[in-house]
């Protein structure tokens, strides 16, 4: 069997996948100063079990089509009342599963589920990003374009290939732009800019953003005035709300 | 790491100052500055000059490359070439602004100073990123980037490590089958 994200004895089965995906980027320490930091995707095959943008995109749906009959499963995948009599879903059904679902219902051998590429990775859309990546909606499409994409490799499909070389390309080319917007949108307002954007580059965004802020802040001189660490602030915050309840 | 780190570092930079007391050498960590004899230039640290400035104990030489006319030079240079060019000193932005803050009464054209620097740096910083972007698009493995101060990197710095990073794990999903499924049983 396959561990499936769940609560209770199997998240502890699930650990050994991290040294995997681990390996692949290490984490930048954290500063002292602040009180989360944020653990990036794993953007590979396997997700990073601590991230909360892969738990969120592992939500995502996958179109797909039942090759056995999966009883008692209607009601997960919400067709529970209207199918009538019976809580399964019968062969050959078309179905939209999350990909968490899918990953642990995927098998080569047995064939229970065979599994659809979505529209925006179909060859249509390639020939888009190819001819420029740049107009690309990729929030309305993905929001989590490459996250997503990457987790594909996990069901085989002929088109794996294509599909990885488009992904890295797209992101090649949509580079530029992030770049020059987010080192030198200062002081603006800069929903317009990232509108258009995946969540994997609006993290980046952020990252060239509190480049650009943090050097701004130094040079008028805002930077030598001590302030409150935001652990501190935090604190306080959550004890006030405390005294309230 | 912060820009005010970077000003940190930056303050341990040796810079001549003319004091206008008598201290006898004094011993700190960092080794031992003096003695002091009003009207002879030692040179100190820069957080020391710029303290003793504040309190008027002292008049400030600036260092010999803040000059309008060397600056200049080192702009135009900057804009001609395709490369870095090496700085005067590694911590060219952090000298100049603490300097021109602190003690802008004694360095001459010290407005013209300013509008120099920064020019370089503008230059410099739209270099980095034509680099970085060409880097990127051609998948390189590894760039050698010379001549480049804390400051400069420190901008750009985790913008472009994330980024790569990113494009790494893009890139390693284009070889399949490397990571064999061993969660099956």
């Known amino acids: 069997m396959r561990v499936v994200r769940s609560p209770g004895p199997a998240a502890a089965s699930a650990w050994p996948r991290l040294s995997g995906s681990r390996g692949v980027g290490a984490r930048r320490r954290p500063a002292m100063s602040e009180a989360y930091f944020p653990v990036g995707p794993g953007l590979g095959p396997e997700e990073n079990f601590l991230s909360l943008e892969d738990i969120l995109m592992s939500q995502e749906k996958l179109p797909g089509r039942v090759e056995a009959a999966l009883p008692r499963l209607a009601a997960v995948l919400g067709k529970g009342a209207g199918a009538g009599q019976s809580d399964g879903i019968p062969e050959g059904s078309k179905v939209e599963i999350p990909l968490w679902l899918a990953k642990g219902l995927y098998d080569n051998k047995r064939r229970i589920l065979s599994v659809e590429l979505p529209k925006i990775y179909k060859e249509g859309w390639r020939t888009v990003f190819s001819a420029d990546a740049n107009v690309v909606d990729l929030h309305k499409m993905g929001p989590f374009y490459y996250g997503f994409g990457s987790q594909l490799q996990n069901f085989d499909n002929p088109e794996n290939p294509e599909i990885a070389q488009t992904i890295l390309q797209t992101f090649i080319g949509r580079f530029r732009r992030i770049m020059d917007s987010s080192q030198n949108a200062y002081n603006e307002d800069t929903s317009a800019l990232v509108a258009r954007l995946d969540e994997l580059e609006r993290a980046l965004f952020r990252a060239g953003q509190k480049g650009l802020n943090d050097f701004q802040c130094w040079e008028k001189g805002q930077a030598s005035q001590i302030t409150a660490s935001s652990l501190v602030q935090n604190y306080r915050k959550r004890k006030f709300t405390d005294m309230d309840g | ?185």
Request: proline share 7%; charged share 30%.
């Open chain 2, 1 to 185: 790491m912060d820009p005010a780190e970077a000003e940190f570092l930056a303050e341990k930079e040796l810079v001549t100052v003319i004091p206008n007391f008598s201290l006898d050498r004094i011993y700190l960590i960092g080794g031992d500055l003096g003695p002091f004899n009003p009207g002879l230039p030692v040179e100190v640290p820069l957080w020391l000059a710029v303290n003793l400035k504040q309190r008027q104990k002292c008049r400030l030489i600036p260092p010999e490359w803040m000059d309008a006319e060397k600056l200049e030079e080192i702009r135009d240079q900057e804009r001609k070439e395709d490369t870095f060019t090496p700085m005067p000193s590694p911590y060219y932005m952090e000298l100049t602004k603490l300097l021109l803050n602190y003690a802008s009464d004694s360095i001459p054209k010290a407005d013209e100073i300013r509008t120099l620097v920064k020019d370089t740096w503008d230059t410099r910083l739209a270099k980095l990123r034509l680099s970085a972007d060409s880097f990127v698009r051609q998948q390189e493995a590894h760039a050698k980037l010379d001549n480049l101060t804390l400051m400069e990197i420190n901008t750009t710095g985790t913008f472009l490590t994330q980024a790569l990073d990113h494009m790494y794990k893009l890139r390693t999903n284009l070889q399949p089958g490397e990571s064999a499924q061993s969660q099956d049983f």
